[in-house]
């Protein structure tokens, strides 16, 4: 496992720094992209998935995306947009926001042969269920996409 920093804004070839970084990209691999899409444009977060798209038969992705803040639950909203504000005044700005059905074409259209939507509440289910702290992720909120070559 590696971290593999890209600027995705500058046009970067993920595929020429992973492939520097030591990935081979004539094998399937794991890429895991979280907190990071909300930063990007539309169009990066679109080349982001195209190039990926592009790996190995059998590699996969699993990114984070948010939902656009007026579908969050009442309960999170406001915590979210006070996040966005700070996020904004702090110079790094949330610029994208996707519903499920909007992320599952983009990673389609990108060439992905399988893409599924793995909703918060599913994760808070599945790995928090035993806790006894309380401690939850917010509901509606991030999201996660899952998507293989």
Do not use: W
């Not at 504000?85 to 519903?99: I, L, N, Y």
């Not at 289910?125 to 909120?141: E, I, K, M, S, V």
């Amino acid at each position: 496992m590696r971290f593999v920093p890209v600027d995705f804004e500058a046009g970067e070839s993920r595929r020429d720094v992973l492939v520097s970084a030591g990935c081979d990209a004539g094998k399937p691999a794991i890429m895991v992209s979280t907190g990071v899409s909300i930063y990007l444009t539309r169009d990066a977060n679109t080349a982001t998935l195209r190039e990926v798209a592009g790996f190995a038969q059998g590699s996969t992705l699993a990114m984070t995306f948010l939902l656009p803040l007026e579908t969050a639950d009442d309960e999170v909203r406001a915590g979210l947009e006070m996040a966005e504000r700070g996020a904004r005044a702090s110079g790094t700005p949330f610029v994208s926001f996707f519903t499920p059905p909007e992320m599952l074409a983009l990673a389609r259209d990108a060439g992905f042969a399988e893409a599924r939507h793995v909703p918060a509440v599913d994760l808070t289910q599945r790995y928090f269920a035993g806790r006894t702290d309380g401690l939850r992720p917010p509901r509606n909120a991030e999201e996660l996409l899952v998507a293989r070559t």
